[in-house]
Nanobody
């Protein structure tokens, strides 16, 4: 079983940056893909970025050019560097592994 713990959320002004981290533990050898999702108040959870099972990186159109996903395999950690943040990026950001494992989420609030 895989456990995921996100960190790095917070309050930032429009145009600012944040870096989220997701630390995986447990049977990390079973992980074939990892992703970031987000959920804004009153909205459905939506895809943000991911490493696929073949190590291809994908981004949602809304974050392309602003967000960068990366990872440290040695530490089983995935990062999400978020630049040029917009108010509409405000959400709880969740880490996901293998489509079915979720972290507890970390709040990102972008203020005007």
């Amino acid at each position: 079983q895989v456990q995921l713990v996100e960190s790095g959320g917070g309050l930032v002004q429009v145009g600012g940056s944040l870096r989220l981290s997701c630390a995986a533990s447990g049977t990390v050898g079973d992980i074939v893909n990892m992703a970031w999702y987000r959920q804004a108040p009153g909205e459905q959870r939506e895809f943000v970025a991911m490493f696929t099972s073949t190590n291809v990186i994908r981004y949602a159109d809304s974050v392309k050019g602003r967000f960068t996903i990366s990872r440290d395999n040695a530490k089983s950690t995935v990062f999400l560097q978020m630049n040029m943040l917009k108010a509409e990026d405000t959400a709880v950001y969740y880490c996901n592994a293998n489509w079915r494992c979720w972290g507890q989420g970390t709040q990102v609030t972008v203020s005007l």
